[in-house]
């Protein structure tokens, strides 16, 4: 399954951008994608991979990371093969490499993920 970030780039504190995760390949993938759970991730500079944001297959049961609740929202379009990152109010912290993945994550399925850098 491949999956493709895209919708980042450099924002002031305060402000808002709108990730998107679309999967490419067979039936196969696409099948994959709309039966599984799906998250955000992402990885500031000399950190680790953590999890923002995880929805399940069907979108109905949303789980935020603390530090993003009330400011992020997760959603998909299972039709169009899409998830999306809804971010508002970003702060300086929320600098990072986005990725989307399965949740749980799967080894083979990284992407290329996309900058977000936020200015203060």
């Known amino acids: 399954v491949q999956l493709v970030e895209s919708g980042g780039g450099l924002v002031q504190a305060g402000g808002s951008l709108r990730l998107s995760c679309t999967v490419s390949g067979s039936s196969f993938s696409f099948n994959t994608f709309s039966i599984n759970s799906m998250a955000w991730y992402r990885q500031a500079a000399g950190g680790q991979r953590d999890l923002v944001a995880a929805?399940?297959?069907?979108?109905?049961?949303?789980n935020y990371a603390d530090s993003v609740k009330g400011r992020f929202t997760i959603s998909r379009d299972n039709a169009k093969k899409t998830m999306f990152l809804q971010m508002n109010n970003l702060k300086p912290e929320d600098t990072a490499v986005y990725y989307c993945?399965?949740?749980?994550?799967?080894?083979?399925?990284w992407g290329e993920g996309t900058q977000v850098t936020v200015s203060s």
């Open positions: 993945n399965f949740f749980p994550r799967r080894p083979d399925a």
């Open positions: 929805i399940t297959s069907g979108g109905s049961s949303m």
